[in-house]
């Protein structure tokens, strides 16, 4: 079966994008300055509004990591994508079903659940299914948008 179509679980964006650089702070610090980016300890935060739900506020986090990293492992890649999806629990199991490797247990803080895959071409990739109102309470005025 083909979670494409499925009601119930699904990828609703992009929630961050992190690559590997020599120095982050001095990346962070270029990207503030020459592109105006809001930089925080993790990189930028970036808020949109939802097309679904127009009141509702959304967010994508950018962060350089440092090229020594194993936050990107098994992943050989010098980025890695995070999706929001939406019921990451439902979502897991049916990946588990499709033979997707799973490469840890379902996280959640107070922002979010977190689970991490792999693609067939060995890219790691992070499932988030947000709490955006904990970045609307914590980050308001200190976004890109």
């Not at 961050?16 to 990189?43: D, Q, S």
């Not at 950018?62 to 194993?70: I, M, Y």
């Not at 977190?114 to 609307?136: A, G, Q, S």
């Amino acid at each position: 079966m083909s979670i494409k179509n499925s009601k119930t679980k699904k990828v609703t964006g992009i929630g961050g994008i992190f690559f590997k650089c020599e120095e982050p702070e001095k990346m962070k610090e270029w990207y503030g300055k020459n592109l105006g980016l809001l930089t925080n300890a993790y990189g930028a935060l970036f808020e949109f509004r939802k097309s679904d739900k127009p009141a509702e506020k959304g967010y994508l986090q950018w962060s350089p990591f440092a090229e020594d990293t194993d936050y990107f492992d098994p992943s050989d890649k010098d980025f890695m994508i995070n999706y929001r999806v939406e019921n990451i629990e439902e979502l897991v199991a049916e990946l588990e079903k499709n033979g997707v490797p799973i490469l840890d247990k379902i996280e959640t803080y107070e922002y979010g659940k977190f689970v991490h895959i792999l693609d067939p071409e060995n890219n790691k990739i992070e499932l988030w299914e947000p709490v955006d109102k904990v970045f609307t309470k914590t980050h308001e005025g200190k976004t890109n948008k």
